[in-house]
């Protein structure tokens, strides 16, 4: 089965630094996504960035971008230039295909983000 | 935004009673899902559906239903509610041709006395 691990409880980064949040994935699968989520205290869940497993090329999204190392299986953030407003919880998700064909979504554990002024 | 709104948002309940709850969606998406989120556990899914009276279990489905007769609504149910289904629940969106983006609705708290 699919498993995705966020080793990182929790982090905390200076305002204007950089700091890079960890995920690591379990599958048998060649072709998938993954996303990044960010949870702040509204408890909204926002999509942060997404990666298409079938594409090299790491994506990017203003101040955030990410790793993707497929042989790994891992899927690191990096947040450049940090704000007050980037402190949230961030969950790292696989979307999987089900032995029907179907599409679920699998989420690791979370890491909670502080940024210190 | 997406339009996905959820009822009620807030709920106290005592153990042994039916608690439903509503996802509602007016992005006509194929896919809903249910979520709960616990501390230290991240969201794990409940059930899915991917079209209406199509659904499927997901890894934490014990003690809870799903229904979906109208595209736009999704319900799930706990028929006999539990101390240990105390959680946040989540409903999300997906129309999962290629792997699009999920879209959340805002959370039910949802409290078993």
């Known amino acids: 089965a699919q498993t995705v691990t966020q080793s990182q409880p929790e982090m905390s980064v200076q305002e204007a630094e950089t700091v890079t949040l960890s995920c690591t994935y379990d599958?048998?699968?060649?072709?998938?996504?993954l996303f990044w989520y960010k949870q702040p205290p509204s408890r909204q869940m926002i999509l942060v960035i997404r990666?298409?497993?079938?594409?090299?090329q790491n994506a990017t999204e203003n101040r955030f971008s990410v790793n993707f190392q497929k042989a790994a299986k891992s899927f690191s953030l990096k947040i450049s230039d940090s704000q007050l407003g980037d402190a949230a919880m961030y969950f790292c998700?696989?979307?999987?295909?089900?032995?029907?064909?179907?599409?679920?979504?699998?989420f690791g554990t979370g890491t909670r983000l502080k940024v210190l002024a | 935004d997406a339009g996905i709104t959820q009822s009620p948002r807030h709920k106290v309940t005592e153990t042994g009673t039916p608690v439903t709850l509503r996802c509602h969606q007016t992005?006509?998406?194929?896919?809903m899902y249910w979520y709960r989120q616990d501390p230290g556990h991240g969201l794990r899914l409940i059930h899915y559906s991917y079209g209406v009276k199509d659904t499927d279990k997901g890894e934490v489905s014990d003690g809870y239903s799903v229904s979906r007769s109208k595209t736009e609504d999704f319900l799930l149910t706990l028929e006999s509610a539990t101390s240990s289904q105390t959680s946040v629940y989540f409903c999300?969106?997906?129309?999962?041709?290629?792997?699009?983006?999920?879209?959340f609705g805002p959370g039910t708290r949802l409290l078993v006395l």
């Open positions: 999300a969106i997906s129309e999962s041709v290629r792997g699009e983006t999920q879209y």
């Open positions: 990666q298409e497993a079938y594409k090299q």
């Open positions: 998700a696989y979307r999987t295909t089900a032995t029907s064909g179907t599409y679920k979504y699998i």
């Open positions: 599958t048998s699968e060649s072709d998938y996504y």
């Open positions: 992005e006509n998406h194929r896919y």
